[in-house]
């Protein structure tokens, strides 16, 4: 029996050596590859010439406006979070003031949203119920032992599957679309194999209406969403001319917690304004500011406090450097969060947090209050190289103001 215990006690220490040993073959390629394979729809920021493809492509999407202005909506990651700017975007549209975004980004939970979102109000009733349904009461299913010998503590199949039962063929149609008129919905991904945010035209995918597309579309989302470590990375498929590799992507908060133009772009001063008069919207989804509460010792609970620190972190980096980027370029933005008196935790997938949040975001927005929070004045100081006539425009009001 005391050898049995020794043995019981010794066996997490066996597992995690297999697991560090374990080793999935895959197909050998070079950075060369890479840049041959990659399609049109596929943004990758290392090169210049990249950078600034994708900012015409972005500045194009101007033309699709009809109301005079220019708006990108930026969705940030959250996790279960999410679902306060899912109920943002609904309670927007009952105001009767939410834009029709020119150009809508999406990262991990906000990569989720941000479909709906470009789609159209009519599929609000799609996305609250894909964020409060309860759909994702069991999307943290431990893989147990499996967990050593596999990438990702939790099992793949309840985010594959929350991402196939909400995706339907209406809203891929829808996307396709609106992309057509020249609007674009962007989601972010983060390569492993290059280490650099990536970018994909989601609805340049969806127009092509063939299988593998819509599976690379799913794909994205699912990619977009997976948390490294809680969740397996996912492969996909880059193909253009004939050249084919598969490439390792994880959360695209790993790199940024939500995108409106290239991080280069972002630190760097430009003479010309790469958005024009564009207005930035940004829905950041959780708090940013550091909360006091007493850490549980406990596996979920280490991870969850863990993970949302470093959002918060994150989150107060990007909102550094977009609110500096709108102050040289003289643009409006405008930034939405979780209240601090809402209870936002951004491992609680459970259908009464969520809908609780949900609901929270719905009334705020509703309330025209969801863009008062204001970025603090730390965040938000000019470029000592800037004429003070030239202030900055950081408007924090009511939605589609």
């Not at 990758?44 to 220019?70: L, P, S, Y």
């Not at 893989?143 to 199949?157: D, S, T």
Request: charged share 20%; glycine share 8%; net charge neutral.
């Amino acid at each position: 029996m005391r050898h049995l215990r020794l043995l019981i006690l010794l066996l997490p220490a066996v597992f995690l050596t297999l697991g560090a040993c374990q080793t999935i073959p895959r197909p050998v390629f070079d950075a060369a590859d890479l840049a041959a394979a990659s399609p049109p729809w596929r943004y990758d920021f290392r090169t210049e010439d990249e950078r600034a493809r994708f900012v015409r492509e972005t500045i194009n999407a101007q033309n699709a406006a009809h109301d005079g202005a220019f708006d990108i909506l930026a969705l940030s990651g959250g996790g279960a979070n999410g679902a306060y700017g899912a109920g943002v975007m609904v309670g927007w549209s009952q105001a009767g003031n939410r834009p029709d975004f020119e150009v809508v980004t999406g990262v991990s939970t906000g990569a989720l949203i941000a479909p709906f979102v470009f789609a159209g109000q009519r599929f609000d009733p799609a996305l609250e119920h894909a964020y409060t349904s309860g759909q994702t009461d069991q999307l943290l299913k431990s893989r147990g032992l499996y967990a050593l010998l596999l990438p990702g503590v939790f099992k793949p199949e309840p985010l594959t599957n929350l991402v196939l039962n909400n995706i339907s063929p209406e809203l891929l149609a829808a996307i396709a679309e609106e992309h057509r008129k020249g609007r674009r919905l962007y989601v972010s991904t983060t390569s492993l194999d290059t280490q650099t945010q990536v970018v994909w035209d989601m609805g340049a995918i969806a127009q092509r209406d063939d299988p593998a597309s819509r599976l690379l579309f799913v794909n994205v989302l699912i990619a977009s969403a997976s948390i490294p470590g809680a969740f397996p990375p996912v492969l996909l498929d880059v193909e253009h001319q004939g050249r084919r590799i598969q490439e390792l992507h994880v959360d695209g908060g790993t790199v940024s917690s939500f995108l409106v133009v290239p991080q280069a772009l972002l630190l760097d001063t430009p003479s010309n304004r790469p958005l024009g008069d564009a207005r930035i919207w940004i829905v950041v989804n959780g708090q940013w500011d550091p909360r006091f509460e007493v850490a549980r010792i406990s596996a979920v609970s280490i991870a969850a406090r863990s993970f949302d620190t470093m959002m918060k972190a994150l989150q107060r980096s990007d909102l550094t450097a977009v609110t500096q980027f709108a102050h040289r370029h003289n643009m409006t933005l405008s930034v939405a969060a979780i209240p601090d008196d809402a209870e936002a935790d951004t491992l609680d997938f459970t259908q009464a947090h969520m809908t609780a949040l949900f609901q929270a975001g719905e009334a705020q927005a509703m309330a025209g209050r969801a863009f008062e929070r204001r970025v603090a004045p730390s965040e938000a100081r000019p470029s000592p190289r800037r004429r003070t006539d030239q202030a900055p425009r950081v408007v924090i009001g009511s939605p589609g103001g």
